[in-house]
């Protein structure tokens, strides 16, 4: 028997122009989920012991953004210790799948209460920092017609 699952809050954080001279460049990744999780408590007066998970979207998982970002937010952010945390990357959708997998827990029974969203700092872990087939190979690239996002985005914008 499947559950509904409900959005009780949406809050997101500043942005700004992703790069080494952008105004959040000085602002760590983790500070920005840990700020979003003390507004979270904040306006829901969230019982953090309730949470069963935190799930984040972050394209690129190294750096400032590595090691699985989302349970060190909770714990920095001083949600209980026993709060478990993910990290995923669906690239650009990082954030949306984040969204689409705690809703799933939720509706199967497995979850009763998840926090997700996304994270990323493209001033401090620029893309492709992880490197991949995409970022090195020349011959993947043309076998998977990559396009770079920058360049697809244009397209996009001009068709």
Known sequence: MTQEAYIYEAIR???SRGRASGELYEVKPIDLVVTLMNELVAR???DTARVDDVVLGC???VGDQGAD???VAAQKAGWAVDVPGMQLNRFCAS????VNLAAMKIRSGWENLVVAGGVESMSRVPMMRDGG????????NYETYF???G?????IATL
């Open 13 to 15: 954080t500043p942005r």
């Open 44 to 46: 829901t007066k969230l």
């Open 59 to 61: 394209v690129t998982p």
């Open 69 to 71: 970002i989302a349970k």
């Open 95 to 98: 954030g949306l799948e984040a």
């Open 133 to 140: 087939a995409w970022a090195f190979d020349p011959q993947t």
């Open 147 to 149: 396009v770079p996002q």
């Open 151 to 155: 360049i697809g985005a244009d397209l």
